[in-house]
């Protein structure tokens, strides 16, 4: 079979031996009764999901934790020793993991459905008719048939080629694509970039090569982000912090103050437990998994979550012309004859190229659609086509018995230099449309297919056929969106680069009228990485050189995302920091993206930008919320150790505000739209801010409490020193919650008002004062709490302004 001459591609890759033609009779493949024996026998392939993890796995995770299991301990030593609402905390456990396990069953639900739809079927010979089938479907022994594009999705032998070229690089290596004989071994995971045939399935199932290799690294994992690896280096702070702490907190509470045990045991806990920011792993994880649900919707399935985050932090998107900012079908608008050439011959001749292909790609579709009269002409050797080439080949037995050998590809490969066709070729591109150039070859296919060089000498230009390709029309618009948002989009092509500018051009893309052509990019990175940062537009760009310029951009410190639609997209795919493959891409280019918009839609991208921006945002806000009250609660240990005083709060105290102050605020936070642009250094940004607001928090509450237990004596004392500290604390952390809740929007507003309504509640409700063991007594330490509070928080608010100011990435 012959691969059309989709001049979009390119790669540099061995010559392709010419095949004769016709093939001998095909194999039929297994029959139904065999299969039904596989499948009884197991002999399935059973790979894991990529795209998610079971049910097990979500709540393993959201249950077992280092953390949970602290929490747990105390829980139960309170349920022992203190009234229900100083075990409140591990009540609110419960119900955050809870909350994370239905979050994530959703996620998981929105991925599995997606991840069908976005499924690779492979076709497979049964009975001896082609079909296709679901990947885990196929068994042992299935006849698996090959075209353009098409991932070898478990390990087998060659049993049929055609010119068939394997891209094996993102198994081994291996740049070159390998030509495979009928006996040659297949490796699961690579694909096919040139020519076709079959295979027989020897390997399926974990047994398979690629599946050995990615069985771990395939499976739905939140680890590799910022984010999250953030977020663990803060927990292991937390740790260091947490266990000598609560240590001295101990000997402090138990061995030197002497009050009644249960007591002391109940402020020992009521000081371990504010230390935990057990909230934000949760809070984390269904910020992710709401981002999943939202961007499912929209028909775009995420198969690595840190691609929301990744797509939120790229600075330079690069777009593949063809099947990204256009669509994937083309029209032939134009047939020019070349000297003097026969307008009905040449119609015959590209129709019997276009019938020449089984599993043609857009530009071979195109013409067969335009040119159906094939005049009895049949195909007798075929030249599959080559990127290196840019052209493909074949020889025909006409109709009268004559025989001819053509050529179809790109005219500035096929003609020389200054020949007159290219002025027309170059007035043509300059308009945005793609020209191939039909030659009758001067030798034999087989001295073409051996040569070492891109070009056919002596070539006999005969037409040239104008195709146009439909712009998408949501793709200006999503460019403008890129613009605004600083990120710089490059057009990176394997067509002419004329014709590329002028498409760009139309789409308003800057730096349209400055077009490169890929062949004159120097080899160097350094110097390659110069000319990317100052042209936006790159034509007849190879894969190896798509993949090169975006190694090029990463050694520039950008972050990188590539779209692409093609086989030659793949390596580059892979290699981007996200790759976002369209639905209707290859299966190779889906089987490596990250992110697959499978309603083919270019404008999905700034829904996946946003809700990564909202998740980043989000959980810096969280974070820095959690943070503040593991550092105030820390301090505040220490300083009671220091001091041996009692600790001044039991476990309701600060369940109580961490719920007022921190739970409820995070989780409306955590969900709220959030538009900033994404900045690095996630742990230290959240640590600029949430240890000095921590410190002041402390001091302030330690302040509060130190006076209030010189001012008030007698019984029911502590009680009137504890309510003095918790209004104090309070106060302090509802102003950080106001900083953090900024920019300032009605619900906001709302929920901050809210929070400090339910605060009063308490205050002054009797039973609420009895349930949480809080009552005001007299007025002067009141105020004087509320004063302190008032410094504090002026203190928080000029912290945070330097630190914006003087830190602000």
Known sequence: MTQGPDIDAGSEMDPVHPVELPQPARATGLTTAEVAERVANGEVNDVPVRSSRSTADIVRANVFTRFNAIIGVLWVIMLFVAPIQDSLFGFVIIANTGIGIIQERRAKKTLDSLAVIGEAKPTVRRDGSAGEVSTSDLVLGDLIELGPGDKVVVDGETVEADGLEIDESLLTGEADPVLKKPGDPMMSGSFVVAGGGAFTATRVGREAYAAQLADEASRFTLVHSELRSGISTILKYVTWMMVPTAAGLVVSQLVHERHDLKDSIARTVGGITPMIPEGLVLLTSIAFAIGVIRLGRKQCLVQELPAIEGLARVDVVCLDKTGTLTEGGMNVTGLRMLGGADEAYVRRVLGAFGASDARPNASLRAIADAYPDTSGW??????????????????????????????????????????????????????????????????????????????????????????????????????????????????????????????????????????????????????????????????????????????????????????????NDVLALKDADIGVSMGSGSEATRAVAQIVLLDNSFATLPSVVAEGRRVIGNVTRVATLFLVKTVYSVLLAILVSCFQIEYPFLPRHLTM??????????????????????????????????????????????????????????????????????????????????????????????????????????????ALQHFFALKLVGASMPWLGVGIAAVASLGVELVWRWVDRHHPG
Request: aromatic residues 8%.
């Open 378 to 567: 049949r195909c007798t050797r075929a030249l599959p086509f080559s990127s290196a080439r840019k052209y493909s080949g074949a020889a025909f037995a006409e109709g009268d018995g004559a025989s001819s050998a053509w050529l179809l590809g790109a005219p500035d490969v096929l003609l020389p230099e200054r020949d007159a066709a290219l002025q027309e070729v170059g007035r043509l591109n300059e308009e945005g449309l793609r020209v191939l150039l039909l030659a009758r070859a001067a030798e034999s296919l087989d001295d073409i297919g051996d040569s070492a060089g891109p070009r056919a000498s002596g070539a006999q230009p005969t037409a040239l056929v104008v195709l146009e390709q439909r712009l998408r029309p949501e793709a200006a618009d999503t460019l403008r969106y890129f613009a605004d948002q600083n990120v710089d989009a490059k057009v990176i092509s394997g067509d002419n680069a004329v014709s590329v500018g002028a498409v760009a051009a139309k789409l308003g893309l800057a730096g349209a009228d400055r077009t490169v052509d890929a062949r004159e990019l120097p080899a160097d990175q350094e110097k390659m990485a110069e000319s990317l940062d100052s042209h936006s537009v790159f034509g007849r760009v190879s894969p190896q050189q798509k993949r090169d310029m975006v190694a090029a951009l990463q050694s520039r410190g950008h972050t990188v995302a590539m779209t692409g639609d093609g086989v």
């Open 657 to 766: 505000l961490s719920t007022l102050t921190i739970g409820i605020p995070a989780f409306f936070l955590a969900l709220a739209p959030n538009k900033e642009r994404a900045k690095p250094h996630f742990v230290r940004r959240v640590l600029r801010y949430s240890i000095p607001c921590g410190t002041i928090a402390a001091v302030a509450t330690f302040a509060a409490y130190v006076l209030a237990r010189h001012y008030y004596v007698g019984a029911g004392s502590l009680d009137a020193e504890t309510s003095v500290a918790t209004l104090t604390l309070f106060l302090v952390s509802m102003w950080v919650l106001a900083i953090i809740a900024r920019p300032y929007t009605w619900w906001r507003v709302c929920l901050v008002l809210a929070m400090a309504g339910a605060f009063l509640l308490v205050m002054i409700v009797p």
